[in-house]
């Protein structure tokens, strides 16, 4: 267990280095990532790696800041600060920077490298717009070797994973062993320097357009401002600054105002910030909120499962499910083999997997009428086969409106329609009454099939 001096010192240490403030409350996170350190250089205890600490050891101070910090980061994190860069900033740069062709990019805190190579590759996207152009795109980050990870760039398949959409893997990956290796043009595009953010910004040069994302939270309020004030002096007027979904600048610098209807955008608070189209990005957005299932025009999101789409209904040999969020068309009569006998008429489908066609069967029953039930946003599911007799089924007169219909207990349902599985009607889906057919009686239970008890010997 780490004494209190202890802990007062290493976290000292670890803020005066790189601005990572610590509060008594991660003990158990400073313990855990120093305990390995300890182990590797063989010192008995964190008593014994703290009291060479204390000694000066360089090295090891390096290796103790190296382990406190988070690196954490996925390809295309959190989407819409690049659909920002690809349907804001681009657009507005391409215009502006149309006489000097330069664009400087800056990823502070770049980690293993999936923030700038995203970046990277939505620029080669543009290629044919940019032809001619000088584009920089610079990642620092105070970690030495998680910037040896960044120049090679090599992940293994759960990092490819996380956000990557699989167009873009088979574009610009190639399988290593294991691993997925970025091309080497894309790496191209990226220069990674070791850099701690609270030394001095100006020998990095000015950018026009700083990604700063997810760093701020781990310093104390006078950092935070004063890392906002120094990132400010680099940037022209129109530079755009990028921050984390939990990041802000209110109530810390006044040398940036959020971008109009956007979150995590700024541009600099001073006369000179024009204003900028955010049309096309808006449309993207809009698009994106109203397709609750696939990806938005020009985006980079992966596709949503099946379940989740929106778009028209699948008419299979049974019925028809329609796909979330919108109204569904009545199922259609299923064909083919039969059930085990049954002295009734009329048709029964058994349920299939989603998308093939189910055979028709006889049952004994008696005949139901169903009747017209109507909903909308949702989706409805079949309910067991052999329930009802022919056809999909609906409750009389019933109308649904938000949530999903699950499957209803075998026998429960009324009535019945044409060819299908029976249906209760969802929401989200319309079903029309069908014509007669037969339903399984099941909610009647006859003794005198069995016998009473005391007819048992």
């Given at each position: ?9 290493v ?6 280095k790189?601005?990572?403030?610590l509060s008594?409350?991660k ?18 205890d ?44 681009l ?18 805190a ?16 543009f290629?044919s ?10 990642g620092?980050?105070?970690s ?9 760039g090599?992940?293994?398949?759960f ?11 088979v574009k ?7 691993q997925?290796?970025?091309?080497a ?15 001095d910004?100006?020998?990095l040069?000015q ?17 935070k ?7 400010s ?7 755009f ?22 979150r ?6 001073r ?8 049309t ?8 994106a909120?109203?397709?609750?299932g ?10 949503k ?32 083999t ?11 489908s058994?349920?299939r ?17 169903g009747s017209?039930?109507?909903g909308?946003?949702g ?5 067991p ?13 019933t109308t ?7 499957r ?16 209760r009607?969802g ?11 037969t ?19």
């Amino acid at each position: 267990m780490m004494k209190p001096d202890d802990f007062e010192f290493v976290s000292r240490l670890i803020k005066s280095k790189s601005g990572l403030v610590l509060s008594q409350d991660k003990t158990y996170l400073l313990e855990s990532r120093l305990m390995p350190i300890a182990r590797k250089r063989g010192l008995k205890d964190l008593t014994e790696l703290i009291g060479t600490l204390r000694g000066g050891d360089r090295n090891l101070v390096e290796e103790v800041v190296d382990a406190m910090t988070t690196n954490e980061s996925f390809f295309f994190r959190d989407t819409k600060p690049f659909d920002q860069f690809r349907h804001v900033v681009l657009p507005h740069m391409i215009k502006t920077r149309a006489s000097k062709k330069h664009l400087r990019i800056w990823c502070a805190a770049a980690s293993s490298g999936q923030e700038p190579y995203s970046l990277a590759m939505i620029l080669d996207e543009f290629k044919s717009q940019l032809a001619g152009w000088r584009i920089d795109i610079v990642g620092t980050d105070i970690s030495r070797e998680i910037l040896t990870k960044a120049r090679a760039g090599l992940y293994s398949q759960f990092e490819v994973q996380r956000g990557l959409p699989i167009g873009l893997l088979v574009k610009y990956f190639q399988k290593k062993e294991d691993q997925w290796q970025i091309s080497a043009d894309i790496r191209s595009k990226v220069q990674y320097k070791e850099f701690n953010l609270l030394e001095d910004f100006r020998p990095l040069g000015q950018f026009d357009v700083v990604y700063c994302r997810n760093v701020l939270i781990y310093f104390d309020q006078p950092t935070k401002s004063d890392v906002l004030s120094r990132v400010s002096a680099l940037m022209p007027d129109d530079g755009f600054l990028f921050l984390g979904g939990a990041e802000t600048v209110l109530g810390i610098s006044d040398k940036f105002k959020p971008l109009a209807r956007q979150r995590g955008i700024y541009q600099l608070n001073r006369p000179g910030a024009p204003e900028v189209d955010l049309t096309a990005l808006e449309k993207v957005q809009a698009g994106a909120a109203s397709a609750a299932g696939a990806a938005a025009p020009g985006g980079l999101a992966f596709q949503k499962p099946k379940h989740m789409q929106t778009g028209a209904a699948t008419t299979t040999g049974t019925t028809a499910r329609p796909a979330v969020g919108t109204t569904g068309t009545t199922g259609t009569a299923g064909t083919a083999t039969t059930r085990p006998a049954g002295s009734g008429f009329g048709t029964t489908s058994t349920q299939r997997p989603l998308g093939t066609t189910t055979p028709s069967t006889t049952r004994p029953g008696t005949t139901g009428t169903g009747s017209t039930g109507s909903g909308t946003t949702g989706s409805a599911f079949s309910r067991p086969s052999g329930s009802t007799g022919t056809g999909s089924t609906t409750r009389p007169g019933t109308t649904d409106t938000t949530g999903s219909t699950y499957r209803r207990p075998l026998g429960t349902g009324t009535g019945a329609g044409t060819g299908g599985t029976t249906q209760r009607p969802g929401t989200g889906s319309s079903n029309t009454s069908g014509s007669s057919g037969t339903t399984r009686p099941s909610t009647t239970f006859d003794r005198s099939r069995f016998g009473k008890p005391d007819d048992k010997k």
